[in-house]
């Protein structure tokens, strides 16, 4: 799937390459100059640009380019997924990924590229597995691998966790107290006009829904969500798609959906591609009896709502509700992207 990976700097050095298959000559990234040469800015320019003979999918994070050089079509969500998990696996483990932290650490970073791509696929991408492998670096273990002049990086046991139904999550994890930290960060991008008024306005963050998981041990990110502008109107949109992520070899049966819509919905006109559901204009409930779930065609309800003339716009942001928020519950507000048109 991934042939090479280039890391290349703001100043179009290609500081760092990796290879999994046959080499390739970092000359393959004069076609990424090329258009990057076009770009107004670093988010301008194209996640996929096609060459001749290869496809070249990169991110841009932290004043660095990845670049996946693949040689036949693939999915390119997939690889730009990966290449996110890349930086931040490195910037888990040297609590930054910047161009001066990677050469610092080259050996641990070929070691790691090399447990997580087995022969240019996806191999080990979790954290906990990853550092059973790979020790992450400390102060005393470059001391010794300086005066030994061997790296004591490479464990010598395989992980506990990677034939687990959970490898996320280290086997065998105990704690004195079973304590959970929730940090709720949203970041806010938007367009405003120079009257003051807002064209688009958008929020990106983590949501803290009730959800049923099994943390891996260590901070990580539950869920994500994004919600966009919302035009006062007399309408609106709803579509849902249900699922479950494991089955565990089970059938998933009896399955009832139930949402509490905002006061200002007067009806609901949707469609189930099975089961059926009601609308309660009283109470604002939507209750949808799925039933049997197939994995291999998952429900799907979708259609339009009516809202009261007049009314405000709906409440975009998660409330929690029927339980008093912990103290361990930390809410984050920060600017994203915004620009002013004048």
């Known amino acids: 799937m991934i042939h090479s990976l280039f890391i ?31 770009a107004a800015s670093p988010d301008d320019v194209p996640p996929v640009i096609p060459t001749p003979h290869h496809y070249l999918i990169n991110i841009y994070r932290n004043h660095m380019y990845f670049v996946a050089v693949v040689t036949t ?3 390119p969500l997939f690889v730009i997924e990966f290449l996110h998990r890349i930086f931040d696996t490195f910037e888990d483990y040297f609590n930054e990924c910047t161009e001066s932290a990677l050469k610092e650490h ?26 059973e492998l ?24 395989l992980p506990t966790g990677q034939l687990s139904n959970v490898p996320w999550r280290r086997t065998g994890v105990k704690y004195a107290n079973n304590e959970a930290y929730f940090d709720v960060i949203e970041e806010i991008d938007a367009i405003i006009d120079k009257s003051g008024s807002t064209v688009i306005a958008e929020i990106q963050g983590y949501s803290e829904k009730i959800l049923s998981f099994v943390p891996p041990d260590g901070n990580f990110r539950l869920m994500s969500y994004h919600i966009g502008a919302n035009k006062e109107g007399s309408g609106g949109r709803f579509d849902v798609t249900i699922g479950p992520k494991q089955t565990m070899g089970k059938t998933v049966e009896n399955v009832v959906m139930e949402v509490n819509f905002p006061k200002s919905v007067l009806n ?7 089961g059926r559901y009601t609308f309660d204009p009283v109470s604002k409930v939507m209750s949808w009896e799925v039933g049997r779930i197939d994995s291999t065609k998952l429900p799907n309800l979708k259609g339009n709502i009516s809202l009261q003339t007049g009314a405000p716009i709906p409440e975009s942001n ?15 507000t ?9």
């Open 334 to 342: 920060k600017a994203g992207k915004f620009q002013i048109r004048t």
């Open 106 to 131: 080259y050996v641990i970073v070929y070691e790691l590229l090399d447990e997580m791509l087995d022969n240019g696929f996806p191999l080990a991408v979790e954290a906990n597995i990853l550092k």
């Open 268 to 274: 609901a006109s949707l469609t189930p591609s099975q």
């Open 8 to 38: 290349i700097n703001n100043s179009g050095d290609v500081f760092m390459e990796k290879h999994w298959k046959s080499v390739i000559h970092k000359s393959i990234c004069d076609y990424f100059f090329e258009v990057q040469g076009k």
């Open 134 to 157: 790979i020790r992450p670096p400390n102060f005393l273990r470059s001391i010794a691998d300086t005066v030994t002049g061997k790296s004591t990086s490479v464990s010598g046991i």
């Open 318 to 332: 998660p409330t929690i509700n029927k339980y008093k928020p912990f103290k361990g519950v930390k809410y984050i």
């Open 73 to 75: 079509e693939v999915p």
